[in-house]
């Protein structure tokens, strides 16, 4: 079955859009374009402590006054915990999740405590101390109400994925993924019921994306996903990971950095045009 193309931007709205939220987006747009498809726009607001009401107001408001348009409903993840839950529950009923009680310190500890233990793509890798906790435990410390993550059990998921799993990217071509580099990865969080990793390869999905354009920050990150895919049965979509933007003193533009948003370059009198030939160069 052919898909009719389809790209993503897919923001969290715990701060106000940059340049480099800008660079992200066209990027998406002028690849659905380029493809004679669709952009999608997809609020990514799992983590409801940092999200807020009015930074997703923002992103449809910025977004469209730099001239961008995409399909409504938008989907917000925040409304699809359901469907998170519905893939962990397959997951689960084929033995390769379990409960994970450690909390951040004892992680730490833990690692400490094992100066060679396997480093990852994002640090350390999860020790597996949960991993093979007698399951009458497990359950008797859920009973108890003790406050869980689940992890994917990625030495299980290996063995129950296809042997031959790749990904293709635009750039760099067919990439053998290579999961097992970030461990036992979180699908849920203790307090809430998805992770990014989860829930990014869900929406994708579901939303049949059929090519991923993200930044070059996520590039390892797609070898977690593109398990999760074969582990659900899904067809992967293809992936552009584009080089990020920065600023003139050579650093990635940040929400913390007091990065320029696009409602200052606005207030500042910048029309999109200026705007978007500022990054013309960068594309
Ligand atoms: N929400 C992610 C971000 O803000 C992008 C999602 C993805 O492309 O995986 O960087």
């Not at 389809?6 to 066209?26: E, Q």
């Not at 990865?185 to 809430?192: F, N, S």
């Not at 940040?254 to 606005?266: I, M, P, S």
Request: glycine share 8%.
């Amino acid at each position: 079955m052919i898909l009719p193309p389809r790209t993503r931007f897919a923001p969290s709205p715990t701060g106000y859009l940059h340049l480099g939220h800008a660079f992200a987006a066209l990027a998406a747009a002028r690849a659905a374009d380029r493809l004679g498809g669709t952009m999608l726009l997809r609020i990514e607001d799992i983590d409801q402590s940092r999200c807020k009401p009015e930074f997703e107001a923002a992103i449809y408001e910025d977004l469209g006054w730099l001239g961008l348009r995409w399909p409504e409903p938008v989907r917000r993840q925040s409304d699809h915990f359901a469907d998170y839950a519905a893939e962990l529950a397959r997951l689960d009923d084929a033995g390769l999740i379990y409960p994970c009680f450690c909390t951040r310190a004892a992680i730490q500890r833990e690692i400490a405590q094992s100066p060679s233990a396997p480093h990852g793509p994002d640090g350390p890798i999860y020790p597996g101390v949960c991993r093979d906790l007698d399951p009458r435990e497990a359950t008797g410390r859920r009973a108890a109400g003790e406050a869980f993550a689940l992890r994917l059990d990625s030495a299980k998921a290996r063995v129950a994925a296809s042997p031959d799993l790749f990904f293709e990217d635009e750039t760099r071509g067919r990439i053998a993924a290579q999961p097992e580099k970030f461990g036992d990865v979180v699908l849920a969080r203790k307090d809430t019921p998805t992770s990014y990793h989860l829930a990014v390869t869900v929406d994708d999905h579901l939303q049949a994306v059929t090519l991923a354009t993200r930044g070059e920050d996520l590039f390892e990150a797609t070898h977690v996903h593109r398990l999760l895919q074969d582990l659900l049965g899904y067809t992967p979509p293809r992936y552009a990971h584009h080089r990020l933007l920065t600023n003139p003193g050579g650093k990635r533009y940040a929400k913390r950095e007091g990065a320029v948003t696009l409602r200052a370059l606005r207030d500042a009198g910048e029309t999109p045009e200026q705007v978007i030939a500022r990054l013309q160069p960068l594309g």
